[in-house]
């Protein structure tokens, strides 16, 4: 099993920066993919980006160009930077891991922007 524990989320003005990160309670060198996904109120979960264990990254469009994961096998970490930001990325953010052919969610970090 793996569980994850989001911080990092907060209240930031549009054009402003956040950090979350990503606690694993396991090693994640053998965690093929980990990544971020959100939710919007009222709107289903969708993908943000993901990274594999070789460092291959995945982003949604709307994130490209703004958004950075990373993951630091040594501690278990994965990050995701939010640059740039838009009201439209407000949303609770999880971490995911993909392990044993199961999936794993934090409890998820609330990211607001505002205008």
């Known amino acids: 099993q793996v569980q994850l524990v989001e911080s990092g989320g907060g209240l930031v003005q549009a054009g402003g920066s956040l950090r979350l990160s990503c606690a694993a309670s396991?090693?994640?060198?053998?965690?093929?993919?980990m990544g971020w996904y959100r939710q919007a109120p009222g709107e289903q979960r969708e993908l943000v980006a993901t990274?594999?264990?070789?460092?291959?990254?995945n982003y949604a469009d709307s994130v490209k160009g703004r958004f950075t994961i990373s993951r630091d096998n040594a501690k278990n970490m994965v990050y995701l930077q939010l640059n740039s930001l838009k009201t439209e990325d407000t949303a609770v953010y999880y971490c995911?891991?993909?392990?044993?052919?199961?999936?794993?969610w934090g409890q998820g970090t609330q990211v607001t922007v505002s205008s």
């Open positions: 995911y891991s993909l392990y044993g052919s199961r999936n794993y």
């Open positions: 396991r090693s994640i060198f053998s965690i093929g993919v």
């Open positions: 990274i594999t264990s070789g460092g291959t990254t």
